[in-house]
T-cell receptor
Framework: DTAVSQTPKYLVTQMGNDKSIKCEQN?????MYWYKQDSKKFLKIMFS???????INETVPNRFSPKSPDKAHLNLHINSLELGDSAVYFC??????????????FGEGSWLTVV | KQEVTQIPAALSVPEGENLVLNCSFT??????LQWFRQDPGKGLTSLLL?????REQTSGRLNASLDKSSGRSTLYIAASQPGDSATYLC??????????FGRGTSLIVHP
């Protein structure tokens, strides 16, 4: 069983469209994250969601919004897509007490290309 | 704000060499440090996790060390193989921090 799964794996879409990337974890973790990895491999945190507390990286445009229907899911919705949004988006999760030092688990990534 | 730096950015070595990858961080108030491997077109795979109270962890040919006082960690790869070719990322988490990552070291081991 995949611990952290993301769909779709590949997404090609036109500028101006709205799209969502789904993430599910079956590990019972309390905290989930969305990261963006640019062409230079830099992993930048976008959101952290822990027990209904959302921590937003202030540099993330408000066109990006996380949606968590329950503890096992954290979806990423993107409005009015721009060329610069092209990147790999990674979902991740970590267990309770993550701040006391537990490992973080990543999904396989979603490759978004905006044309 | 935690900042993580990885040196070198890229490394190309012949098979069989022993390697050291470096990770430095600006704030020593961490709870753990984790080394990941990323293959092209793939996600991140956790290699080793060092809790803040630990000094090192070993798994097979890999050994990771942590020195919080100097803000450094190293990943030692013994007897490198072509299959070790990948990007290696260092990530830190804990406290009020969101897990923060370096830009990685891209490793090529040629036969």
């Amino acid at each position: 069983d995949t611990a952290v799964s993301q769909t779709p794996k590949y997404l090609v879409t036109q500028m101006g469209n709205d799209k969502s990337i789904k993430c599910e974890q079956n590990l019972g973790h309390d905290t989930m994250y969305w990261y963006k990895q640019d062409s230079k491999k830099f992993l930048k945190i976008m959101f952290s969601y822990n027990n209904k507390e959302l921590i937003i990286n202030e540099t993330v445009p408000n066109r990006f919004s996380p949606k968590s229907p329950d503890k096992a899911h954290l979806n990423l919705h993107i409005n009015s897509l721009e060329l610069g949004d092209s990147a790999v988006y990674f979902c991740a999760s970590s267990p309770p007490g993550s701040f006391s030092g537990n490992t973080i688990y990543f999904g396989e990534g979603s490759w978004l290309t905006v044309v | 704000k935690q900042e993580v730096t990885q040196i070198p950015a890229a490394l190309s070595v012949p098979e069989g060499e022993n390697l050291v990858l470096n990770c430095s961080f600006t704030d020593s108030a961490i709870y753990n440090l984790q080394w990941f491997r990323q293959d092209p077109g793939k996600g991140l795979t956790s290699l080793l996790l060092i809790q803040s109270s630990q000094r090192e962890q070993t798994s097979g040919r890999l050994n990771a060390s942590l020195d919080k006082s100097s803000g450094r960690s190293t990943l030692y790869i013994a007897a490198s193989q072509p299959g070790d070719s990948a990007t290696y990322l260092c990530g830190l988490s804990g406290g009020s921090y969101i897990p923060t990552f370096g830009r990685g070291t891209s490793l090529i081991v040629h036969p």
